[in-house]
């Protein structure tokens, strides 16, 4: 039995090890791919704001060139394609920028003052290409855009450049975008020397420390790029996580639960085998004793020489008394230890001289041969209680008993009573091995018995099971004070 329960405990240690194993592989799963979701998001809201910032540079350029007074160039692109055929029909793109003089295109002397009507004057000339000639530029930059996807992606990279001349992109102003989004990051402005025109996103970091980096551009054409830092709070990542952790916890929880109850259902199951076992065995080293005394006075019956002497006949049915006294009071006591309430216990109160009790008790004691007592009884003589006489002799015997078996060559029981309230307390104390602390509040438990089974001393754990029963029958109380190798004292209080 043992060895299966050791099994059990080690398969059952196993399961929940590994359980616990998978769950924290599952959640780990569930956490990448959270924090992979928090960075795709985190992601959009920065290529947002990049995008925010770029349109509004781009109104703060139209409106330069519309509003400004003193600026005195204008910037003007260009787009030209070539259709080659080979095997592949390849189509190229290049983008030329060219940058006029207002005062050139409408004709008037470099040191001639413009005014607001005059620059409109030049900007619808240029749109209109009334006015438009490569020849007058006064600065001109070319590009290969073949990389470009389509005519839109090309205008709008020659667009671009043009905004990032005449207004620069800077870490200032995104990092005011970014910080109105709530988002706080490190800022890097870049330039490459070959185009870009897809934002790169890079992860790094540790799962506990991860950082993502957004590298942008915003003038594709010139290959300069704004790369953007963020480090991942994991907090922020758990909130999207938290209906996930509450039912893994939930059943986590139950589960360990179940599993810990099967393990004390199964440790109370193999404590009451060894009670059982216990029971079973001091039950027959009780019973052995009064039923071989029975045995010796029957057979002591059948001689007629042992017969015919009126001391040995007188002797052997006093034996044989004696012997069934025990035995009905062992099954009395088993019987009464059966009963589910107190107030099933039959009663048959009577007036009794406690004084007298105990020394009836004391007198009747069998003393262990080597081992001296003293019996000390300091009850007043004139004490009396109501109670059952059988019941309080039992109480008083179990107590007796148990001081002189639990103590060693030599022991002193002392026996006081005291009136208080209405109550009497009935004082019996030793000095014998005394009780340790662990097992002062478990010793009124039935079948309980502490460091003593450690000896070789016999019991079941019933004894101060069954005084507790009866004292509460007469709606008394008790109680135990104890030092461990000084001895013990045992208080009951009983209704005056």
Known sequence: MEKRIKVLYIVTIAAILAFLGMQAYWLYGRYVYSLNEYERSLTQKITESVDLYNGLRDIGEKTKHSCDSIGQNLMFPVISLSISKDDTVRTSRRVSIYTYSYNRILGLDSNTFLTQEMREKALNDVYDHKRYNKDVASDSVHYDASQAKDENETWAAAHNVVTARNRPFTKVGVDSVLRKKGIEAEIMISQVDSMVWNKNVRHYGTLLNPRLSVSIPYSQLEGKVVEITCRINPFDVLPMMWPTLIVVLLITVL???????????????????????????????????PISTLKMCVSGLENEKMMADPDIRKEMLSETRLALDNLSAYFSKLRDITFNAVEQIPLNHQMINIHGLFEKVSDSMVLPVGKSVEFINDIDVTLEVSADPTHLYNVLNNLVENAVKYSGSQVEIKAETTVNNGFVEICISDTGNGIPSDDLKHIFRRFYRGKATGSDLPGMGLGLAYVKLLIDAHGGDITVESIEGKGTRFIILLPH
């Not at 259902?265 to 080293?285: A, G």
């Open 255 to 289: 589960l360990i639960i179940c599993l810990i109850l099967q393990i004390i259902t199964v440790l109370k199951l193999s404590r009451l085998d060894k009670m059982r076992n216990s029971f079973v065995t001091t039950m027959i080293h009780e019973l052995k004793r």
